[in-house]
């Protein structure tokens, strides 16, 4: 499976925006980028997914690169609710799992 | 239930006993998904049903390990003669399609002492 780098932890202030950087140097044609943040106690929930085109929703927005070797994934206003774990991740077609990697932990300071 | 349901949210057992997770997954959710996850890692895969069927069981660290969903609706992973190192929340998924949008439990905390 494809790999993804995130920086471990990341801050920011309420009401700010903030940007989560997510490598993906070997992605492939087929791969879909997906984002799923985990709050603590909760099982992960979905925030938002992308092949090559930017796409937004009520969430969050997300950023990817031309070559799609980087995306980023913004939270327009943080807020308390979100601070959690973000989890970028590759989904090919030739499967049906989510691997997950470590995540960045945003902190969200009022 | 309006999402995943995963009972019981907690158990503490001994080394070396059988244990019994269970999961309902969205009423009308094909795909089904076993995780387990450690403090500070992210989840790890398990298993993954399409319908009753294993379409993935690449994710089961050995054969202590074991998943049915004998109905496609309900999941349930059994651990026998568990170890200490199978301490860990276990997370269920299911979606509607095998591509499509995950939706998670709360967990099962399991505690083997």
């Known amino acids: 499976d494809a790999k993804t780098t995130q920086p471990n932890s990341m801050e920011s202030n309420e009401e700010e925006p903030v940007h989560l950087p997510c490598n993906h140097s070997t992605i492939s044609g087929t791969d879909y980028i997906h984002w799923y943040r985990q709050l603590p106690s909760q099982g992960p929930e979905y925030v938002i997914h992308g092949l090559t085109s930017n796409v937004n929703n009520r969430m969050a927005s997300l950023a990817i690169a031309e070559d799609r070797k980087s995306s980023t994934l913004i939270l327009h206003r943080a807020t308390l609710r979100d601070a959690a774990v973000y989890y970028c991740i590759l989904r090919t077609r030739a499967t049906d799992k989510l691997i997950f990697g470590t995540g960045t932990r945003l902190q969200v300071f009022p | 239930g309006a999402g995943v349901s995963q009972t019981p949210s907690n158990k503490v057992t001994e080394k070396g006993k059988y244990v019994e997770l269970r999961c309902d997954p969205i009423s009308g959710h094909t795909a089904l998904y076993w995780y387990r996850q450690s403090l500070g890692q992210g989840p790890e895969f398990l298993i993954y049903?399409?319908?009753?069927?294993?379409?993935?069981d690449s994710g089961l660290p050995n054969d202590r390990f074991f998943a049915v969903r004998p109905e496609g609706s309900v999941s349930t992973l059994k651990i026998q003669r568990t170890e200490r190192g199978d301490s860990a929340v276990y997370l269920c998924?299911?979606?509607?399609?095998?591509?499509?949008?995950?939706?998670f439990g709360e967990g099962s905390r399991l505690t083997v002492l």
């Open positions: 998924a299911s979606s509607l399609m095998s591509t499509g949008e995950l939706f």
């Open positions: 049903f399409q319908g009753t069927g294993a379409a993935d």
